[in-house]
């Protein structure tokens, strides 16, 4: 048996030699049996193998090595009954056995369809809705969702039934990243998935694109994000009581395992269920040292496979708390493996990574909170900050990845009745303003922008020092027929109907971006002045519909939920202006560059409102 050692570190077993003259017949082991179906789809074998053999035989000159390969089933299903020994010291399924059975599928459903063996690159966006207790039966159904070139994405859904029960609750859902084991230098072309049998594969095809992009721009995207939070480093830092907040060094935790045959596959490597359940439980252990008590596991973000170990390896687990938020703590995990000489030399081998994020169950009566946390070292500063960065893509990443259909947010115009309406416009950017616990994403001298997330709900806001009357900014902004002025994500603006002084329905057109549609938007605007000293103005946006403007051709018709600006006086010649918008599916777009971390365009909109508000001349009458 010969082994060959490929770029990314990995020593594998080349059983099958490649043929340059043509395609390597495929091991008898991986070949699935005559008459399967794809899906719901029948396939007939013969004539699908001679398609594979005439596309193996035109890219093997490219990448060097490709197998024939037959369709077989997508979805690869296990079911498992929670014992005793599957479980917590609370009856709850551990969440680290739950990880290797969710492994084992979803390697199985790739070696499927690739028909070899398959290794494991990343384990990402791990989401536990819920838990499963003694007695139940878990079900996880895993396939492919999509094909790439040389990398495939795997989809995995965790279910529990009780016995009792007919109905599945939703336990978790995550997404692997795997390639094929190849018998040479050359990286292996897999096959793409066809025949999508119904809508929700169609959409998982589709979002496997989108997460892979964000998974490639990930790395960018987090030097880009650290550089601006490092700026605001002693803002963050400020807000940690020193008398109350725990050194994170108080957190660390290191253990060590033996890799034994029974943690091994047929080929020696670890498997990388069993190492990610042994680095969870490192990090259920530094989060319990810290809040007193056994946190949940929520989801685990960015689990990379950087090396194989195999048996006989020592592998050293260190977990330590990153940082503590709201309602949530990360704990970043590093494993390190030894052979024997380097046991002995103490040179370790960085294998595997992973941060996982805990919460505290609610219990009657009990306030969900950690402690608070600092860090001592320079070390320990990079984890904090690097915790918010991480933090904020995986909000970003929830949100653009997010596909749940939005009940209509315009509410009918009739001015018989804009009292009312306009009420409620006005009310709801209070109330959206009134939010606590913002978070800041960026600061400059002049310009600050700021995110809050509840559950489902996403909003921004962006505060401007504006060297120019609070009236006079007022009377600028009221006007949105001068935004394109300034706001280059406004192609036009028309008034549709004015009902007063204070509320007027706008018609915008939005152009398209990041290759999408452009999109086009009705707005109701409620302006409202100070009552008293001390009061902000008030611009208030939300979409409504409007009978005489039915949706136009080429243009997406969107809708904003709540928007607009309070402006407050900071003096005669100075004001601050606080632009706020509940992001929706429709504004989506045009934000999550900035979530993301790949755009600066909020605050480049932002100078522009500026320069144009500190314009002496007044371009629009009130």
Not at 135 to 164: C, W
Not at 335 to 353: D, Q
Not at 527 to 543: F, I
Request: hydrophobic share 35%; net charge negative; aromatic share 8%.
């Amino acid at each position: 048996m010969m082994t060959q050692s490929l770029q990314n570190g990995f020593t594998l077993d080349n059983h099958y030699l490649q043929d340059l003259k043509g395609p390597v017949p495929v091991p008898t082991q991986y070949a699935p049996s005559l008459g399967v179906h794809r899906g719901s789809c029948p396939v007939e074998p013969h004539k699908d193998q001679e398609i594979q053999r005439h596309r193996c035989a035109q890219a093997a000159p490219l990448l060097g090595s490709c197998r024939v390969q037959t369709p077989a089933p997508m979805e690869v299903q296990m079911c498992q009954s929670i014992q005793p020994c599957h479980a917590d010291h609370q009856g709850d399924l551990s969440a680290g056995q739950l990880l290797k059975w969710m492994d084992t599928i979803a390697c199985l459903a790739a070696e499927r369809h690739a028909g070899m063996a398959c290794v494991t690159l990343s384990m990402d966006d791990i989401q536990f809705e819920e838990t499963g207790r003694v007695g139940q039966v878990i079900t996880i159904k895993s396939k492919v969702n999509r094909a790439f070139t040389t990398s495939m994405e795997v989809g995995i859904r965790v279910s529990v039934q009780d016995v009792r029960e007919h109905v599945e609750r939703l336990v978790c859902v995550a997404y692997s990243t795997f390639v094929g084991k190849p018998a040479g230098p050359q990286k292996v072309l897999l096959r793409p998935v066809e025949d999508l049998c119904s809508a929700e594969e169609e959409l998982q095809h589709s979002l496997a694109s989108e997460r892979r992009r964000l998974r490639l721009y990930n790395e960018q995207t987090f030097s880009t994000l650290l550089q601006d939070y490092h700026t605001l480093a002693n803002g963050v830092c400020s807000r940690r009581d020193p008398l109350s907040a725990v050194s994170t060094e108080f957190t660390r935790v290191e253990s060590i395992e033996l890799v034994l045959p029974p943690h091994a596959n047929h080929h020696g490597n670890t498997f990388g269920g069993q190492i990610m359940a042994w680095m969870e439980n490192a990090a259920t252990v530094a989060a319990s040292r810290l809040c007193g008590c056994f946190p949940s596991l929520r989801s685990v973000d960015m689990f990379r496979f950087r090396g194989p170990s195999s048996v006989g390896d020592r592998l050293v687990f260190k977990a330590v708390v990153n940082n503590t938020f709201n309602n949530s703590i990360e704990v970043g995990v590093r494993v390190e493996a030894y052979n024997c000489e380097e046991w002995t030399t103490n040179k370790p081998r960085h294998i595997n990574s992973a941060f996982l994020i805990y919460q505290l169950a609610n219990t009657p009566g009990d306030v969900p909170a950690f402690p608070q946390v600092t860090y001592t070292t320079q070390d320990g500063e990079r984890r904090y900050l690097s915790a918010i960065v991480r933090k904020r893509i995986r909000m970003a990443r929830k949100h653009i990845l997010s596909c749940k259909e939005e009940a209509p947010l315009s509410v009918p115009w009739d001015k018989s009745n804009q009292v009312y309406l306009g009420y409620n416009n006005v009310a709801a950017l209070t109330v959206l303003a009134g939010k606590q616990d913002w978070e800041a994403s960026s600061i400059s001298d002049r310009v600050a922008v700021y995110v809050h997330e509840e559950v489902e709900l996403l909003c921004v806001q962006v505060q401007m020092e504006v060297m120019t009357s609070a009236l006079h900014a007022f009377t600028l902004l009221a006007d949105l027929t001068l935004r394109p002025l300034w706001d280059k994500h406004y192609l036009s603006c028309e008034e549709v109907e004015r009902a007063d002084e204070e509320e007027t329905v706008y018609h915008i057109k939005c152009p398209p971006i990041n290759g999408g549609k452009s999109r086009d938007f009705l707005f109701l605007l409620s302006k409202r002045q100070p009552c008293k000293d001390g009061d902000p103005y008030v611009v208030a946006l939300r979409s409504v519909t409007v009978t005489t403007v039915p949706p136009v051709e080429g243009f997406l018709r969107s809708e904003a939920k709540c928007a607009g600006f309070l402006i407050h006086s900071l003096g005669l010649n100075s004001c601050k202006v606080c632009y706020y918008n509940q992001v929706t599916s429709g504004v989506l777009p045009y934000v999550a560059g900035n979530l993301a971390g790949w755009s600066k365009s909020m605050e480049e909109t932002a100078s522009a409102c500026t320069t144009f508000l500190e314009r002496d001349l007044i371009t629009s009458l009130f």
